[in-house]
C-alpha cells in the first residue's frame, strides 16, 4: 500500500508503536470509508470530517511488519499479538479489561461481564446492584450527556445512574428533570448551618416565598433567604421559587 494511506503519513513512523491514547494495540485499522490508516476510530473520526463504521472494518495493518491484511487478532506474517482483547464483531483490539461483548447493546463493554446484566428497557448493561432498583426509561443510553453532549451509549467514560433514571457523565443535579443527582443530605446540613449563621436584613427576616421543590416536586411556603430556601416536605435545597415575595402584615 502508498505510504499516504498511513495514520501520519509518514512510511515507518507507526513502527514498534503501541496504540493511541485510546488504546493499546499493535495494529492500524484501514477504514473502509477513505482507505486511510488509523490506530483507532476515535482518530479517524477526530481528523475526518466523517466517521468510521468499527462493523464495515475489513483489514488491519501490522505496526512491526506492516503487513495488510483481513482483521485478525494475531498477525498472519510474523505473529504479532494485535490485542490481548479482540472482538470480530466491533473490531476492537486493546489490552485485557475483562471486555465482553454485549449483543442487545450490539458493542463491546467493560467487564468483568458477571458484573453486569442487560436492562431491556433501558437498552442498556448495568451493574448487578441496580438490578431491580432502578428507574427504567425505555432506551435511556440513546442520547447525548446533557452536559458534555457526548453520546452516552457508545461513550467510553463511564455514565451515571440517577435516581430520577436519567444518565450523565458528571453533574450534582440531572439538567432534564433536575433531581439531585447524588444523596445530598450531607450537603443540605452543610446548607442549614450556613442559613442559621448568616441572618437576613431585618426588612427581609419576615418575608416568606413560594417554592417548589426539584426532588420532591412538593410545594411549600418558606422564609426567604439568600443562601437557599428549604423544601418543607423532604429538607432539600434543590428548590426553585415558584411565585413572588411576601412580607407579613405587621412588616409592612
Request: glycine residues 6%; aromatic residues 6%; contains cysteine.
Amino acid at each position: 500500500m502508498a505510504a499516504s494511506a498511513r495514520e501520519d503519513g509518514a512510511r515507518g513512523r507507526n513502527q514498534g508503536r503501541r496504540g493511541c491514547e485510546h488504546y493499546d494495540r499493535r495494529c492500524l485499522l484501514k477504514a473502509p470509508c477513505c482507505d486511510k490508516l488509523y490506530t483507532c476510530r476515535l482518530c479517524h473520526d477526530n481528523n475526518e470530517d466523517h466517521q468510521l463504521d468499527r462493523f464495515q472494518v475489513k483489514e488491519v495493518q501490522c505496526v512491526n511488519c506492516e503487513k495488510i491484511q483481513h482483521a485478525q487478532q494475531t498477525c498472519e506474517e510474523c505473529s504479532t499479538l494485535f490485542g490481548e482483547y479482540y472482538c470480530s464483531i466491533c473490531h476492537l483490539f486493546d489490552k485485557d479489561k475483562k471486555q465482553y461483548h454485549c449483543e442487545n447493546c450490539g458493542i463491546c463493554r467493560i467487564g468483568p461481564k458477571e458484573d453486569f446484566f442487560h436492562c431491556l428497557k433501558c437498552n442498556l448493561c448495568l451493574a448487578m446492584n441496580l438490578q431491580g432498583k432502578h428507574k427504567c426509561i425505555e432506551n435511556v443510553s440513546r442520547q447525548n450527556c446533557p452536559i458534555c453532549l457526548e453520546d452516552i451509549h457508545t461513550s467510553r467514560v463511564v455514565a451515571h445512574v440517577l435516581p430520577c433514571g436519567h444518565l450523565l457523565h458528571r453533574g450534582y443535579r440531572c439538567p432534564l428533570c433536575m433531581h439531585s443527582a447524588l444523596d445530598m443530605t450531607r450537603y443540605w446540613r452543610q446548607l442549614d448551618d450556613e442559613v442559621a449563621q448568616t441572618p437576613m436584613p431585618s426588612e427581609y427576616q419576615n418575608m416568606t416565598v413560594d417554592i417548589l421543590c426539584n426532588d420532591c416536586n412538593g410545594r411549600s411556603t418558606v422564609q426567604f433567604h439568600i443562601l437557599g430556601m428549604k423544601c418543607n416536605i423532604c429538607e432539600s435545597y434543590n428548590t426553585a421559587q415558584a411565585g413572588g415575595c411576601r412580607i407579613s402584615l405587621d412588616q409592612q
